[in-house]
């Protein structure tokens, strides 16, 4: 009996260790994804009030040196200040808490097709499920690493993405029309592809990365809901 229950205090000793450790690894990598987010903002941030903004301000300075209508100024202006409030929302930091997946997805897009930096498309399906803000950041992190390797490597066109709420899961798919690569390829095992299947992992959902030369790539996640 004394040999039973010292085995079996030291298997339960064993499974609290391994649970704090996986508790702690997963507040690491969700810290690590948060840095990551704002990083990745403030990158945009900088192309949007270089490449849009600045742009717009730039054009009405020239309408008023012109001597063009008044009219035409103020449209340019209030071009700028609905630009700029876009931009303030995504500056704090607490705005990924505030907003959906899908919201938060979307603002990703529209940032694209605003910058011109891919035609880009969104479709959301099915009846929408709030989700755990740390799972939220996590799932917004591995589809924010694509896009980035999209815009960044691909030399891709298009890029469209479906989120599809289904009764007992969240399916995220995010596939681009560029030059693709050999995933097997050890050359290819890159340190964003990685984080992506490693997060996917610690949240217990599925990431698969399929590509072939000049045909593009595809990321799909599968997150099981816990019925």
């Known amino acids: 009996m004394i040999s039973l229950f010292l085995l079996f205090q030291k298997k339960k000793n064993t499974l609290l260790f391994e649970q704090e450790h996986i508790k702690k690894r997963f507040e690491q990598e969700l810290s690590k994804a948060q840095i990551e987010i704002r990083e990745e903002t403030f990158r945009n941030i900088s192309w949007e009030l270089h490449d849009n903004i600045g742009q717009l301000l730039t054009l009405a300075k020239i309408q008023l040196q012109n001597h063009l209508g008044i009219e035409d ?50 479709t959301v399906n099915g009846q929408v499920v709030p989700l755990d803000t740390n799972i939220k950041i996590m799932l917004f992190r591995m589809v924010q690493e694509f896009f980035s390797n999209t815009i960044k490597h691909a030399k891709a066109t298009h890029l469209d993405v479906l989120v599809h709420y289904k009764t007992d899961s969240l399916i ?50 599968i997150y099981k809901f816990n019925l």
Not at 190 to 215: C, E, M, T
């Open 73 to 122: 100024v103020k449209q340019t202006l209030n071009k700028s200040l609905q630009e700029l409030r876009i931009l303030s929302k995504s500056i704090n930091p607490d705005a990924l808490k505030n907003i959906s997946l899908e919201q938060a997805i979307g603002e990703e897009i529209g940032r694209f097709n605003r910058l011109n930096f891919i035609i880009s498309s969104f």
């Open 172 to 221: 995220i798919e995010a596939k681009d029309d560029g030059q693709g690569f050999n995933v097997n390829a050890p050359s290819n095992s890159g340190i964003g592809l990685i984080n992506i299947k490693n997060r996917a992992k610690l949240i217990h959902a599925d990431a698969v990365i399929l590509s072939d030369l000049h045909k593009g790539t595809k990321l799909t996640i």
